[in-house]
């Protein structure tokens, strides 16, 4: 069974009313010091848990945590996650101190129909990513109905993403659902022609993410140092630029597979290069062909930019995983700022379809400040990039249901 040809039970007509129902979240939002730096996980989750608390349901919302290893590490607690969910809903949220055993019990049992508990860290128990069937079992035993909505977390075969799936009914979340469409739409059945924006440092991380797209894309578009690999491998000098010299070969076998499928490969026609990698580095803007010998490529250029744009005016739909430039240090955020610009334009225009995921690339889009303006960006990092590389992911798996709601096609 592949991801595609999978439906799903969501909560359309789910009778919840007075239920206890385990949702799975993705809390693992990201903390600097001990406070959290972006709240759009819980954003993004908050109207599943309104519709299930609207509906009556019990809300028993569990999750990981960051990598405490099966330890009980007391800065990886879900307590202070917790505070944050209870002012995004703007209701009081509940707390155990455990997502099983007695805490986890006596907590759910006090729930009243409409109310919201948050159990600690999962992954304070080893076998959560063992995928323990006792652990598995004992979460399941907290509730009537299982809701998945950690589409970020579905390429982990937990015990709280895939094991208690085959104990209890198990439903896509609205989260889940609307990940589940947006990348169907955009990569399963998209609207043609279709292009894809596939940046970041290295070809080695992202062959297969490369292999499964070529038979999918009419255009590739491929930006950030891994571009270096493709243009050394094709003669172009490169000065001191971040590549991969052991990749020329299979650069070549990528370019070869590519026309043979009638996919069209767009590299970098210009940069803008430097003797330094810092913030505000003295830059230049060259030829592709007329890179100097002792500076590194760091962005794409204004005519590559140009280039870009003018190809994405012919196309309908666009999947955009990884910068094109070193993003995070000025100027060389310039080329993903410029293209992420007119993505964000032409979708607004209702020309393009625009998908975007994966860790880095939500930051960069967040940086060009665009992030409202595409089509769908994704909350998943390495579950964007393991359905781009055509993976079925474990957590998706587990909620595919005869009878559910198919995906669109
Ligand atoms: C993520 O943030 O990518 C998900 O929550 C999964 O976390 P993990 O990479 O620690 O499994
Ligand atoms: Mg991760």
Known sequence: MTATA????????????????LLR??????????AITDLTRIQRLAPTIRELAEKGARVIVVSHFDRPKGKRVP????????????????????WADDCIGPDAEKAVASLKDGEVLVLENTRYHAGEE??????ARALAALADLYVNDAFSAAHRAHASTEGVARHLPAHAGRLMQAELEALTLALENPERPVAAVVGGAKISTKLDLIGNILAKVDVLIIGGAMANTFLAAKGVAVGRSLQEADMHDTARAIMAQAEARGCEILLPVDAVVAREFKAGADSETVGIDAVPADTMILDAGPLTVAHLTAKLASVRTLVWNGPLGAFEIA???VGTNSL????????TQGKLRSVAGGGDTVSALRHAGVVDQFSYVS???GAFLEWLEGKTLPGIQALAALGGVALPT
């Open 75 to 94: 800065e990886m607690s879900l307590a202070p996650v917790r505070t944050a969910l209870a002012d995004v809903l703007g209701q009081p949220v509940h």
């Open 331 to 333: 100027p060389f955020d």
């Open 6 to 21: 999978t439906s799903f039970r969501t909560l359309d007509n789910l009778d919840c009313a007075g239920k206890r129902v």
């Open 379 to 381: 909350t998943a990092g």
């Open 25 to 34: 979240a993705d809390l693992n939002v990201p903390v600097r010091e001990g």
């Open 340 to 347: 992420a610009r007119a993505v964000a334009d032409l979708t």
């Open 130 to 135: 063992k995928n323990d069937p006792e652990l």
